[in-house]
Each structure stands twice: as structure tokens, then as C-alpha cells.
């Protein structure tokens, strides 16, 4: 998801500040756009969507 200027992936949290050149894709889950790391990708294309967290659970946790 996307706070202010900061993209933080809706699997492991990873704030796009955290690391010079990451990279995020931006999907939909749920009917919700959400925001996934590359390091994040094979979990949900080899696993599923339920790992995904939704926009709110995503800004209670950080």
C-alpha cells in the first residue's frame, strides 16, 4: 500500500525506505490494490493470496 511517499508491502510490511532499489508491484486482492516486493512474488505465485495483508490490517501494523 501507499502512505504519504512510502510504498510498504502488503506480505512482510517492507517500507520502500528500508532498502535502496526495491522494487514493488503494484495487484489487486480482494477487490483492494495492494503492494508486494519482489522478495515477497513467489510466495504468492508458487503459494496463495492469503498471506496478503488488507490496506487496514497493513496501517494497524505499522
Known amino acids: 500500500m501507499q502512505i504519504e511517499n512510502k510504498t510498504i508491502c502488503n506480505i512482510c510490511l517492507k517500507p520502500s525506505d528500508a532498502e535502496a532499489n526495491t522494487v514493488y508491484i503494484k495487484a489487486i486482492c480482494n ?4 503492494h508486494v516486493c519482489t522478495g515477497c512474488i513467489p510466495h504468492i505465485i508458487h503459494g496463495s493470496g492469503d498471506i496478503v495483508k488488507s490496506n487496514e490490517t497493513v496501517k494497524a501494523q505499522i
Open 31 to 34: 477487490d483492494e490494490e495492494i
